[in-house]
């Protein structure tokens, strides 16, 4: 169960422009905490396995965007994953799949060649996992900076992600994880 929540929540982040402070936070029924912007959402998902540890989740909820996750806790790490197609990916936490296909990626940074790897794809979800911590890491400082990313995607249209500065609930995100603080 604790596999398939974390393979939902790493789905894909995509950030809407810095949101004035309308952050309120509730703990939904499955015992994780949200916090909500118009930009981005903050959860806090709690496993009911005792040597599970919490995972850190930030994601675009406007399912009229290509949008983008971003999770964190301190065994797996930063995970990342982008949306292929439009999608709210609180809906994605909340649903599961196991159907996953690798597919070569090719992605670009702000127009600069970068190499083909190969992903995890969830045609579930309409998103796309890089499977090596380098690439998600490159992910991640991307979108920090507000740089445009295009995946071209074997069997797949391109799919062009922009990401606008973070919002509170990204940078309280940011400073709550072990592998970004």
């Known amino acids: 169960m604790q596999r398939q929540v974390i393979l ?5 982040i995509g ?7 309308d952050t309120s936070a509730f703990e939904d029924g499955d015992g ?4 909500s912007t118009s930009s981005w959402t903050l959860r806090t998902l709690e496993f009911d ?3 599970a540890e919490s995972l850190q989740v930030v994601y675009t909820s406007d399912p009229n965007i290509l949008g983008a996750m971003i ?18 990916f609180g809906e994605a936490i909340d ?16 127009g600069q060649a970068a190499q083909s790897n190969v992903w995890k794809m969830l045609p579930n979800y309409g ?14 400082n991307a979108i920090i900076t507000g740089k445009s990313i295009n ?8 799919a062009t992600l922009t990401f606008p500065e973070p919002d509170a609930a990204f940078i309280d995100f940011a400073s709550e994880c072990p592998a970004t603080s």
């Open 127 to 140: 998103s796309v996992e890089p499977r090596e911590q380098s690439v998600r890491n490159r992910v991640y």
């Open 95 to 110: 649903s599961e799949t196991r159907r996953a296909r690798l597919r070569t990626v090719r992605m670009t940074i702000e």
């Open 151 to 158: 995946l071209k995607i074997s069997g797949r249209p391109d």
């Open 8 to 12: 939902a929540a790493i789905l894909a």
């Open 71 to 88: 999770t964190c806790n301190e065994i797996s790490g930063l995970g990342v994953a982008l949306a292929t197609r439009p999608m709210d």
């Open 32 to 35: 994780a905490e949200t916090a």
């Open 49 to 51: 396995e005792p040597e």
């Open 15 to 21: 950030m809407g422009t810095l949101a004035s402070a």
